[in-house]
């Protein structure tokens, strides 16, 4: 461990022991915050599993190809393919 690891680790350990001392004063404090922030995270998220649902959807219907093209099959087919070029 380097000199500046083990700063960084009293480091973190003095704000960890200074956050759980005045944790009910910092909760009080920052509640009307973090309850903002946890809403643009569960939106941002929501959007970004919309977007992967839609992604995925789009590629069964065969947007990008033959819908059965991305089964195991697919991919025994590039191996054989392989296979066969590199005989």
Known sequence: MKRSD???????????????????????????????ALVFAQQAFGDAIKGAAETAEAMQQGGHGDAGSFGPEFFSAAADAQAGEAA
């Not at 700063?7 to 003095?14: K, M, Q, T």
Request: with cysteine.
């Open 6 to 36: 083990f700063g960084y680790f009293c480091a973190g350990v003095a704000v960890g022991a200074f956050g759980h001392a005045a944790y009910p004063q910092l909760k009080e404090k920052l509640a009307p915050y973090l309850a903002g």
